[in-house]
């Protein structure tokens, strides 16, 4: 299995709702992301996940807030978003530096609308 | 502040046309990766280039990373309707974090038939 599988594709929330973002690897991935991306422009790192312990996180605001249940998983969760929030939330995987890294594998991204 | 500087940003050519997309900086880098990403989708690796002068063909992709480590290139040669969309560099810093890569603009590369 070399893919991220992210859930769901399409999310529309409202700014009080709270909802949350799924991603998935099975390629013994010890190193997981978060990215956001807006319309034509590169993907925005937000949080880095090394050994299921958050490593990085790019002074995002607390309505986002990351999981990492188990060294597959990884969740992003929601809470009081703003309109501005929305984009393409992407989830992406990688080897360590350590056990040689080559790259990041990107999921196909949430495509979030805040209303 | 931008590291890594991408050009061009547009590009628009016909089918059977060569292009080359240029990624500089002023940073060492111990890694580079090229992507691409169709509209709706990921980024999908297409390339990691390490050492510095290496040179890496993937079928009518041509990847050269430059001998100090500091910029790249991706040359397409008879570009294809199929090869529409945005490339996207992106460096692991030397002695930076372990896991951040600074990604460039993109170049966003339309093949009319």
């Known amino acids: 299995d070399t893919e991220v599988t992210q859930t769901p594709k399409h999310l529309v929330m409202g700014m009080t709702n709270k909802k949350s973002l799924k991603c998935e690897q099975h390629m013994g991935h010890r190193a997981m992301y978060w990215y956001k991306q807006k319309a034509k422009k590169p993907p925005e790192l937000m949080f880095v996940?090394?050994?299921?312990?958050?490593?990085i996180n790019e002074s995002v605001p607390s309505r986002f807030s990351p999981e990492c249940p188990n060294s597959s998983l990884l969740n992003l969760h929601l809470h009081a978003l703003q309109p501005e929030d929305s984009a393409l939330y992407l989830c992406?995987?990688?080897?360590?530096?350590?056990?040689?890294?080559?790259?990041?594998?990107f999921g196909s991204g949430t495509r979030l609308t805040v209303v | 502040t931008q590291l890594l500087e991408q050009s061009p940003q547009f590009l628009s050519i016909q089918e059977g046309e060569n292009l080359t997309v240029y990624c500089n900086s002023s940073s060492v880098f111990s890694s580079l990766q090229w992507y691409r990403q169709e509209p709706g989708e990921g980024p999908v690796l297409l390339v990691t280039?390490?050492?510095?002068?290496e040179v890496k063909k993937l079928k009518r992709l041509t990847f050269q990373f430059g001998d100090a480590r500091k910029d790249s290139s991706l040359h397409i040669t008879a570009a294809q309707p199929g090869d529409t969309g945005l490339y996207l560099c992106a460096g692991e810093v030397s002695g930076g974090s372990n896991y951040k890569l600074t990604f460039g603009k993109g170049t966003l590369l339309t093949v009319n038939p």
């Open positions: 996940y090394s050994y299921e312990k958050l490593s």
């Open positions: 280039v390490v050492t510095g002068g």
């Open positions: 992406a995987s990688s080897q360590t530096r350590a056990e040689g890294f080559g790259g990041y594998t």
